[in-house]
């Protein structure tokens, strides 16, 4: 039931795009999503105690931008951090069809620095095509903790740290759970900068560990990933 729902929902998002003159790229679409939830999703969500209507805002999301909540805003209490993933349809950048995009949208960190609050967002782009694929970083400011998100940077490749006024805001490298989720080394062309991309959590013994890539961990990126 749940499947012939989405393949619904699929055919009448690409429905409306085929009908529109100028078309938004799929990935250009979920940007404007994840804006929208930035400055609407997110702040409602705390403001009513985590216990938001995740099939209405679904659905404002779908009007105002087009895309909808594949998973809706959850709180992972094992590492204290806060996932969404937002889907929808738009132009291919490689070909002249259209495509199913996902952008799953991860809150590594989250701090008050200067009366503000502060917080490290990590976006994981796919599409059905391969087209994109890759990570997005994003660091917002916001008054309090239910108000709307700023966006202070955003970039493609990993931001370590960023200077806010007198303090900065680091991304908890020596948080293994945290590096565990993260997963950078799936994504080695989005963590150019830092040796994450060849640093691998595992579990052993019941803990985690860090470990440096092997040739046969290597392999298995270049197939699977």
Known sequence: MIKQIIIIVLFILHARYLMSEEPLLAHDKLRNGLMWMFENGIPEYYELDKKIDDE?????LDIETGNYLRIPITYDERFDTLYFRLHGVGKSIKADEYVTASWHTRCFLQ????????EYWVVYKSDLRGDERGCLFFIT?????????RVLIESDQYIREYLIGNNKIEFPEN????????????WPDSFKNSDLANTIIDIKNGELIRRRMNIFDKIYREIYY
């Open 175 to 186: 948080d293994l759970g945290k590096l565990l989720i993260l997963e950078a080394w799936r």
């Open 111 to 118: 701090e008050e620095l200067e009366n503000n609050i502060v």
């Open 141 to 149: 400011e916001s008054d309090s903790i239910s108000s709307e998100r």
């Open 56 to 60: 209405a805002l679904s659905h404002r």
